[in-house]
C-alpha cells in the first residue's frame, strides 16, 4: 500500500525532527508489515479512519482511499 502525506504533514514533521522514524515506518506500511507499526482502527469504526505508530511519541492518523494510505495528520498522542 502506497502512503501518501497530505498538506502541510512534511513541514510538521520536518520542524520536530521525525523525518528518520516516519520515513522508517513509512516504509514498514508500504512493505505490509502492518504489526510493526502497530496499524489500527480508530473509534468510530464505522468512520474508516486509521493510525500507525512513528515512534513512541507520535501517531499519524490517515485514511485509506484507491489503494493508498492518506497521512491526513500527525498527532502526540500524550
Known amino acids: 500500500m ?3 502525506e497530505e498538506d ?3 513541514e510538521f514533521i520536518k520542524k520536530r525532527n521525525l523525518e528518520k522514524p516516519y520515513l522508517k515506518a513509512k516504509k514498514y506500511m508500504e512493505m ?6 502497530d496499524l489500527r482502527k480508530r473509534k468510530p469504526k464505522t468512520a474508516n479512519i486509521f493510525y500507525f505508530k512513528i515512534n513512541k511519541k507520535y501517531r499519524a492518523i490517515g485514511y485509506e482511499e484507491n489503494g493508498s494510505f492518506i497521512v491526513a495528520e500527525i498527532s502526540d498522542h500524550q
Open 2 to 4: 502506497k502512503v501518501l
Open 32 to 37: 505490509g508489515f502492518y504489526e510493526v507499526v
Open 8 to 10: 502541510g504533514i512534511v
